[in-house]
């Protein structure tokens, strides 16, 4: 597994920004089986130090929710507009070629219409 994650960061050109991992508790991933934690191997693959954080029932959903607030206002609804219009808009992207970052104006404008 951590040998793919590596492939994916290196693919998707993110090797210089990582700055954490999250990863839930299995034994696979805290080293339990295999004496080595997942985020060490990691670590020693970028060749640098990064935030190793454990899984604790869902604590992105928490972060991720007060980002959310922040940004764009609290939610009163169960379903969130922006994700509903997100799935609608999701087959006009280019899915081939992917890039994680926002490099033109083209992708500025995109993100727009979807917000």
């Known amino acids: 597994m951590c040998d793919v994650t590596i492939k994916t960061i290196d693919d998707w050109g993110l090797r210089d920004d990582i700055k954490a991992f999250t990863f839930d508790m299995t034994a696979a991933n805290s080293g339990r089986l295999n004496g080595v ?37 609290p939610s009163s609804a169960p379903e969130i507009q ?29 993100s727009k219409m979807i917000l």
Not at 39 to 56: H, Q, R, T, V, Y
């Open 37 to 73: 934690p997942v985020c060490a191997l990691l670590e020693a693959k970028l060749d640098k130090g990064a935030l190793c954080l454990s899984c604790c029932h869902h604590i992105h959903e928490i972060v991720l929710e007060e980002v959310f607030s922040s940004c764009l206002g």
């Open 82 to 110: 922006v994700f509903k219009r997100l799935k609608k808009f999701w087959p006009n992207f280019v899915h081939i070629d992917f890039s994680p970052r926002i490099r033109d104006e083209l992708d500025v404008e995109t």
